[in-house]
């Protein structure tokens, strides 16, 4: 069974820094992609940073494009993300998402997920 354990959300003031960190038991290989995606009260979940870790290519969506960055540990099958420069519209839950196939999906079934981290940014 493969279980992915988040932590290290919290609450701070705008312009200030978290460090999520996401590890998965139960895989035997590293995943080909991993990623972080969150999801704010009455809006879509969207995918903010993701990691092809055949390559070491690093995507993210504009918005936290230059403040968030997003690392693979030593250990397989986990995965980082540094938030710098922290805004009131980052506030949400954040979730770890590691692919179940080869390649990157914002699909549901194609990932395993986390339980979610919640990040609240105050002005």
């Known amino acids: 069974q493969v279980q992915l354990v988040e932590s290290g959300g919290g609450s701070v003031q705008a312009g200030g820094s978290l460090r999520l960190s996401c590890a998965a038991s139960?895989?035997?290989?590293?995943?080909?992609?991993m990623g972080w995606f969150r999801q704010a009260p009455g809006k879509e979940r969207e995918r903010v940073a993701w990691l092809f870790t055949v390559t070491g290519t690093r995507f993210y969506v504009d918005s936290v494009n230059g403040r968030f960055t997003i690392s693979q540990g030593n250990a397989k099958n986990t995965v980082f993300l540094q938030m710098n420069s922290l805004k009131p519209e980052d506030t949400a839950m954040y979730y770890c998402a590691i692919s179940s196939l080869y390649g990157c999906s914002t699909k549901y079934e194609d990932n395993y997920w986390g339980q979610g981290t919640q990040v609240t940014v105050s002005s």
């Open positions: 139960g895989l035997t290989s590293q995943s080909s992609c």
